[in-house]
């Protein structure tokens, strides 16, 4: 990366920040690190879960037509070998001669034609061959083919295999859709862009089933349920780049794919995927296990193999989204009149980690600290809170604007009446994107902080 490119440099910033201020660490990090494999802190385990938390209600729980379901992780090799994935699932992998670096074939360089080393320069290459991505294991204390088993690469597979335990045990009927949140793992050869392409990594997947004649008009409808989600998690539509693939581009059981694709500071890249799959997975198992994983129309009195559409999308990516959509530098000025660079991550509220920091004006006033650690017990059972009583109230809200806290609640004389009656109980609340500050009641203040960020 070239330190001169502004996207460049935001994007160093940015991984700085998320380190600095524990949203993720680099994994295993005392021993040199694992490539591909990242540890979220404290304030990126919030913002995760916040980010997981809200996909579930959306899709789930506001929802008649869908169910959740949570499955393992390592499955029976059979299921791989069903869905392709042991015969297909792969990357071309190529080897510089020279330095011995491993690249993938599709995304290295070229210059008048030639395929180039990124690492070394060399044109020196070998052939592409077929890297299997999926992780191998072995279920069992005896390491032999018959116990041979893979981390899942995708949580697709478990819906489907369930299909029929799903239909008989919830009475859905089509359309309905079954999703599920939870890790995967791909061996990438080349793990890049920080979190984006890593080798474990979490998905929310949504399939959802329904008549052959259904599909393409679902896929349309999916789309525009996904691009308001984004948009109500802070991702705006104009951030958003829909690509419809083109036939031949998509996978040869795929009828419609569009790819939802996001301007990362490394590039326009893909968050989500949405593709039809016709009734390929349902009828693959089907043939491979000899179990009847079709639907049984009741009033129709037809039974058939439904048809899906799968949009899936990556719980990292879009983590990694909305810290780069939030990440803002401005020029203000202090208390003194000196210019300074304020770093803010304007989260949306409903995904900030922290909701609200509560500061006590003074730290040796035991009246303040008294008053502030009332509205923490009053705001904490609802919402995460921070209390911070450490050094100048500038200071501390400077803390919480780099953690993206969108409001903090100052406690001072005049909530604990000082200065007179008519203030006594209110406090300051001061709002991290404007940095305007306003006076509001403390009996009134969970349910204004309830309305937005829920
Ligand atoms: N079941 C379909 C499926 O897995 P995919 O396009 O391979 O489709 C879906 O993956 C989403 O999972 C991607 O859009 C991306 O958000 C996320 N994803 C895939 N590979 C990833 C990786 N190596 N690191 C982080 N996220 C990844």
């Known amino acids: 990366m070239s330190t001169k490119d502004p996207n460049a440099q935001r994007m160093e910033k940015i991984v700085s920040l998320c380190k600095r201020r524990g949203f ?37 729980r506001e929802r008649d037509d869908m169910v959740g379901m949570d499955g393992s992780i390592i499955m029976n090799r059979a299921v791989w070998k069903a869905s392709g994935h042991e015969a297909t699932f792969s990357d071309p992998m190529v080897d ?5 670096a491993r690249h993938r074939d599709d995304q290295l360089p ?6 180039y080393c990124p690492n070394c320069g060399s044109r020196d290459l070998t052939e592409p061959r077929a890297f299997n991505l999926m992780f191998k294991s072995y279920a069992g204390p005896v390491e032999s083919e018959d116990n041979m088993v893979y981390l899942r690469p995708e949580t697709a597979q478990a819906i ?29 050869i080349n793990p890049r862009n920080y979190t984006f392409r890593s080798r474990e990594f979490e998905q929310m997947e949504i399939e959802y089933f329904c ?108 983590t990694l989204a909305l810290i780069c ?40 006033k035991p009246e303040l600290v008294a008053k502030a650690e009332e509205v923490v017990a009053l705001l904490r059972p609802h919402m995460m809170v921070q209390y911070d009583e450490a050094g100048a109230i500038g200071r501390r809200y400077r803390r919480q604007d780099e953690a993206g806290t969108p409001f903090c609640v100052t406690i001072d004389f005049d909530t604990i009446g000082e200065n007179g009656p008519e203030k006594q109980g ?29």
């Open 211 to 318: 008549r052959a004649e259904d599909g393409l008009a679902l896929t349309d409808y999916w789309l525009e349920q996904r691009l308001k989600f984004y948009e109500d998690i802070g991702i705006p539509r104009e951030k958003i780049h829909v690509v419809d693939i083109p036939d031949g581009d998509r996978a040869f059981y795929s009828k419609k794919t569009y790819d939802l694709e996001y301007e990362f500071p490394f590039g326009i890249s893909e968050l989500e995927g949405i593709a039809y799959r016709t009734d390929y997975d349902l009828s693959a198992h089907i043939a491979a296990s000899g179990k009847p994983l079709d639907y049984f129309d009741q009033e129709k009195n037809e039974k058939f193999v439904p048809h899906v559409v799968e949009p899936s999308a990556g719980v990292d990516r879009t």
């Open 325 to 364: 959509e939030a990440f803002a530098e401005e020029t203000v000025t202090d208390e003194k009149g000196n210019a300074e660079t304020r770093t803010v991550l304007r989260f949306h509220p409903r995904m900030a980690p922290i909701k609200v920091g509560i500061f006590p004006l003074l730290k040796n």
């Open 160 to 188: 489907f295999v369930n299909f029929r335990n799903v239909c008989d045990t919830s009475r859905k009927k089509l359309p309905f859709g079954i999703a599920q949140v939870g890790k995967a793992f791909r061996n990438e």
């Open 24 to 60: 993720i660490f680099q994994s295993s990090e005392i021993y040199g690190g694992l490539n591909g494999f990242w540890d979220y802190g404290p304030l990126g385990v919030e913002l995760k879960r916040n980010l997981k938390d809200f996909w579930w209600r959306r899709n789930v």
């Open 96 to 100: 510089c001669k020279s330095c011995k």
């Open 110 to 115: 070229a210059k008048d034609g030639a395929k």
């Open 426 to 454: 209110t406090v300051t609340l001061r709002h991290r994107d404007s940095m305007e500050q306003e006076r509001i009641a403390i009996a009134d203040l969970k349910a204004w902080l309830l309305e937005r960020i829920s």
